[in-house]
């Protein structure tokens, strides 16, 4: 009896493993990573998930994100076809925060690549991690790499998306890679439960506008390749959505009745599958 059932939790365990496996690999059967050269040296990997960004060069690659682990041959082959490099195995990973569509091959790159991120990056990875792929570099402000002609500077920036984003800024190229501290075209998610705030997602924001000049290149978190213009209408976005619901929550209108009202045909456009309008309206009722 004793065998019997030991043999019949192992054919249950085996089924779980099975078929979350093969769940996983489902989901990413048919992504295609669609590869775009940005600026000399300079791609964007568009697939399932955050934004890649890569520097290649004789003095080794650098990555920023890497979406799922499922992707992460994908990923690798598609950069050795844009490139035409012969070898573009990743020196350096950065990981603009941790959550795991910007992170989940990390367990695989890391075998060639040193991983860096914000402190907090390494701390929230931790928590049911038993080490492999954590950033082995972490800084609190900031740090500075210096490869392939580039200056890269890796700042942080306070609570906004998370409690430990980073925004990634290639100088000679004048390419800025922004995490999701911008979602192109669409409402963005600001995760509360990890120490992102709306109120510090915008004063990045504001602090971002500054700091980029107009004619640089903008690899957003989600979304499209684009541009300063087209990050200062999110920032506008975000403002005058905030201000809707300031004045209607200041009224007296309940969470409820403004979901049901929404805000207004003009923002309409920025609905996607992950935040809805009604979901941006939550965010931004509970949180201001
Ligand atoms: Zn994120």
């Given at each position: 009896m004793?065998?019997?059932?030991?043999?019949?939790?192992?054919y249950v365990?085996?089924?779980?493993?099975?078929?979350?496996?093969?769940?996983?690999?489902?989901?990413?059967?048919?992504?295609?990573i669609?590869a775009?050269q940005?600026n000399?040296?300079?791609?964007v990997?568009?697939?399932?998930?955050?934004?890649?960004?890569?520097?290649?060069?004789?003095?080794?690659?650098?990555?920023?994100?890497?979406?799922?682990?499922?992707?992460?041959?994908?990923?690798?082959s598609?950069?050795?076809?844009?490139?035409?490099?012969?070898?573009?195995k990743?020196?350096?990973?950065?990981?603009?925060?941790y959550?795991?569509?910007?992170?989940g091959?990390?367990?695989?790159?890391?075998?060639?690549?040193?991983?860096?991120?914000?402190e907090n990056v390494?701390?929230?990875?931790?928590?049911?991690?038993?080490?492999?792929?954590l950033?082995?570099?972490?800084?609190?402000q900031?740090?500075k790499?210096?490869?392939?002609?580039e200056?890269?500077h890796?700042k942080?920036?306070?609570?906004?998306h998370?409690?430990?984003?980073?925004?990634?800024f290639?100088?000679?190229a004048?390419?800025?890679?922004l995490g999701?501290?911008?979602?192109?075209?669409r409402?963005?998610?600001i995760?509360?439960?990890s120490?992102?705030?709306?109120?510090g997602?915008?004063n990045?924001?504001d602090s971002?506008?500054?700091q980029?000049?107009?004619?640089?290149?903008?690899i957003?978190?989600?979304?499209?390749?684009?541009?300063?213009?087209?990050?200062k209408?999110?920032?506008?976005?975000?403002?005058?959505?905030?201000g809707?619901?300031?004045?209607?929550?200041?009224?007296?209108?309940?969470?409820?009745q403004l979901?049901d009202a929404?805000?207004?045909?003009k923002?309409?456009?920025?609905?996607?599958?992950?935040?809805?309008?009604?979901?941006?309206?939550?965010?931004?009722?509970?949180?201001?």
């Amino acid at each position: 009896m004793w065998v019997v059932m030991k043999i019949t939790c192992l054919y249950v365990l085996l089924f779980i493993l099975f078929s979350s496996t093969t769940f996983a690999d489902d989901r990413f059967k048919d992504v295609k990573i669609e590869a775009k050269q940005v600026n000399d040296n300079v791609y964007v990997l568009y697939g399932a998930g955050g934004n890649i960004g890569v520097l290649v060069g004789d003095d080794g690659t650098l990555m920023i994100d890497d979406q799922f682990e499922p992707l992460a041959p994908k990923i690798e082959s598609a950069l050795l076809e844009v490139t035409k490099a012969k070898n573009t195995k990743i020196t350096y990973l950065v990981n603009t925060h941790y959550h795991g569509d910007h992170t989940g091959s990390n367990n695989y790159f890391a075998k060639s690549a040193s991983v860096l991120a914000h402190e907090n990056v390494r701390k929230r990875m931790s928590v049911n991690n038993k080490g492999i792929g954590l950033p082995v570099v972490t800084y609190e402000q900031g740090i500075k790499l210096h490869l392939n002609g580039e200056r890269i500077h890796v700042k942080h920036l306070a609570a906004g998306h998370t409690d430990g984003d980073s925004v990634i800024f290639f100088e000679k190229a004048n390419v800025w890679h922004l995490g999701d501290l911008f979602f192109e075209s669409r409402f963005p998610y600001i995760d509360v439960k990890s120490g992102g705030s709306v109120a510090g997602y915008i004063n990045n924001l504001d602090s971002l506008v500054s700091q980029i000049n107009d004619d640089a290149q903008i690899i957003p978190g989600h979304g499209k390749l684009t541009d300063k213009k087209a990050f200062k209408r999110f920032v506008d976005m975000i403002k005058a959505t905030k201000g809707i619901v300031k004045r209607q929550k200041q009224a007296g209108v309940s969470k409820q009745q403004l979901i049901d009202a929404g805000l207004g045909e003009k923002w309409k456009v920025w609905d996607w599958s992950f935040i809805t309008e009604k979901r941006w309206i939550e965010t931004l009722y509970d949180n201001i």
